[in-house]
């Protein structure tokens, strides 16, 4: 997380916080459909791979221009590493659910990840939440359930890929709170592309097959298209308070649906997409009741 302390954020700077993160997801559902389009024909640990060894120049350039060689500098090596490996195994299994369901589907069970990062905080780091915020996780699970529909005819194992993805992802949040303040977005972004490279290379010899020339294309679509959303998404959260552009994050949902028409006709049944509004809503509550707790807890 980042040391910066943000000022209350003035009309101007949220309207450009919000169009920052909207066009940030936007990227990023363009990077997804891409490993989409390759997981047909090549596996997930070498798409990570190729998507970090294009995108570790780039950051490492950003992440030097912004805040010159201190950005580099941590005291949390191996954390920084770990939690490479936890993001590694996060998106590998995302990858892998693509490969069986509809990208907005996958999506949709992805964002369930607020919900467990909210669940972590009380059993891990013993914060204190709310009932309320309680239930609106209650409710973000039902929502898992009514995609997922465990024990029924239209279960897919697959569904569990991206529920696995967001568990992981969560766990990786939660460790940043291991992390130094002084340690900013950039040195914690760079670190997690660099580790994102050093873990997948380990795995090429069993997964490595040589690219077609055509397919290179879509290998650096994976790899600009996330670093670009990456860097839009962080410097929404730099320029407009969290309250106001973490709700924007679900707008995901909808660059989902349409790219998986669009692409590949895919079209989720009516209880996906009541699923993905209970799951979307419930995180949007539990974004907007965490920021008014704030001010009290500052007063304690």
Sequence with gaps: ??????????PSSAAAGIACVMAGIFFLTLSDANAKWLGAS???????FLRALIALPVVTALALWLGGRRVLRTGHLRLHLARGAINVVSACCFY??????????ATAIAF?????????????????????????VLAGFAGVL????????AFQAATLLPLTTAMLYAVMMTTARGISPSEGMLTTTFYIVAGQFLCSILTLPWVWQAPAVADLPYFAGVA???TLGLTLITQA???????????????GLIWATVLGWVFWREAPDALAYL?????????IYIALREARSKPRRGKR
């Design 1 to 10: 997380m980042s040391s910066v302390t943000l000022p209350t954020a003035r």
């Design 42 to 48: 090549y596996h997930p640990l070498q798409i990570l």
């Design 96 to 105: 892998l659910g693509l490969n069986s369901l509809p990208l907005a589907e």
């Design 112 to 136: 369930a990840a607020p919900l467990f990062v909210t669940a972590l905080s009380v059993f891990v780091l013993k914060e204190r939440v709310d009932s309320r915020r309680w239930l609106a």
């Design 146 to 153: 009514i995609i997922v529909r465990p024990g029924t005819d």
């Design 224 to 226: 600009l298209f996330s």
């Design 237 to 251: 959260f730099r320029i407009a308070p969290a309250s106001v552009v973490a709700p924007f994050d679900y707008t």
């Design 275 to 283: 699923g993905a509004a209970f799951i979307a809503g419930s995180g």
